[in-house]
T-cell receptor, first 114, second 110 residues
Framework: EAQVTQNPRYLITVTGKKLTVTCSQNMNHEYMSWYRQDPGLGLRQIYYSMNVEVTDKGDVPEGYKVSRKEKRNFPLILESPSPNQTSLYFC?????????????FGPGTRLTVL | EDQVTQSPEALRLQEGESSSLNCSYTVSGLRGLFWYRQDPGKGPEFLFTLYSAGEEKEKERLKATLTKKESFLHITAPKPEDSATYLCAVQARTGNQFYFGTGTSLTVIP
């Protein structure tokens, strides 16, 4: 089954404790992306990657890191989480075509930073 | 600056009462406009992609249309199972980022 998976689905942590949220897709998609979703602000793009070893900042990259060592995986790293990073996080992937790129989303990771 | 605005924020319809959701956008050359459905606590589910003004796409009770400045998602004779948040997003031709609106929360009352 074609899908985007994220782990963990729920995470409660404390300020400053490094964490990683994993994202994996089995569709051989070149494009992968991370979003955060907050009430009243909608989905905002954090980082995206066009292919292996190619990453770029989205609208809200501060406090986050990503890496793309393999095509299927795109982990999101919070080196020193803070309470304002409490949010619902989504990973997405898509093919890259000449016309446009339909993204497929994972189930989400709800992160609480105390 | 690329921007997406959706209206209304919330919409309550009686079952069978047709209506439209609006997505207006400002983008430096549209590469694609997307509609997604999102159920509470779940990831957005892809509905449609529109590429150019005048284009229309349909799926069951939903029909999406596109002009140079906005898109509409028409819902014909909605059912309670159509209740969800509908998200609109755009991708500019000049970049690789996606910009989402804040969504319209639709409730269909039996």
């Amino acid at each position: 089954e074609a899908q985007v998976t994220q782990n963990p689905r729920y995470l409660i942590t404390v300020t400053g404790k490094k964490l990683t949220v994993t994202c994996s897709q089995n569709m051989n998609h070149e494009y992968m992306s991370w979003y955060r979703q907050d009430p009243g602000l909608g989905l905002r793009q954090i980082y995206y990657s066009m292919n292996v070893e190619v990453t770029d900042k989205g609208d809200v990259p501060e406090g986050y890191k990503v890496s793309r060592k393999e095509k299927r995986n795109f982990p999101l790293i919070l080196e020193s989480p803070s309470p304002n990073q409490t949010s619902l996080y989504f990973c997405a992937s898509s093919l890259i075509s000449e016309s446009t790129d339909t993204q497929y989303f994972g189930p989400g990771t709800r992160l609480t930073v105390l | 600056e690329d921007q997406v605005t959706q209206s209304p924020e919330a919409l309550r319809l009686q079952e069978g009462e047709s209506s439209s959701l609006n997505c207006s956008y400002t983008v430096s050359g549209l590469r694609g406009l997307f509609w997604y459905r999102q159920d509470p606590g779940k990831g957005p589910e892809f509905l449609f992609t529109l590429y150019s003004a005048g284009e229309e796409k349909e799926k069951e009770r939903l029909k999406a249309t596109l002009t140079k400045k906005e898109s509409f998602l028409h819902i014909t004779a909605p059912k309670p199972e159509d209740s969800a948040t509908y998200l609109c997003a755009v991708q500019a031709r000049t970049g690789n980022q996606f910009y989402f609106g804040t969504g319209t929360s639709l409730t269909v009352i039996p």
